[in-house]
């Protein structure tokens, strides 16, 4: 997923503030799902939907107004009741601006209790 980075994304230091890149990884997320046919609707009709349980994000270089990012995300382990999903930012240069490991539990839509993951999320792992 690319976006370019916008005036009100930029904090007083002149670059993305640290809180924005939770949401570009969001949205690197949400355009993974869509891209497998997975959006949330889908999954809610499978009785499933994904919740954050843990981020951890390492931030490489800072990302200034009119940057070109690139959103990378891939499924890296797949468990029980949890995945792991790995996310990568790079900017138009090819600099990693950030590297995130997301922890993320599927939990039924009408009970809001734990379940396994899906076999439709479990085959794209890798």
Known sequence: MDIVVRSTEIDVNGHVNNAKYLEY???????WYEQFGLDYDTLKRMDV????AHISADYRAEAVQNDRLRIKTWLDKVGNTSMTMKQS?????????????????TVSA???EKVRVPDAL?????
């Open 25 to 31: 990884l969001e949205w690197g997320r949400e355009d």
């Open 49 to 52: 939907v994904t919740v954050v």
């Open 89 to 105: 930012i790079i900017n138009q240069n090819d600099i990693p601006v950030l590297d995130a490991s997301v922890v993320i539990v």
């Open 110 to 112: 009408s009970t809001h």
């Open 122 to 126: 479990r085959e794209l792992q890798g």
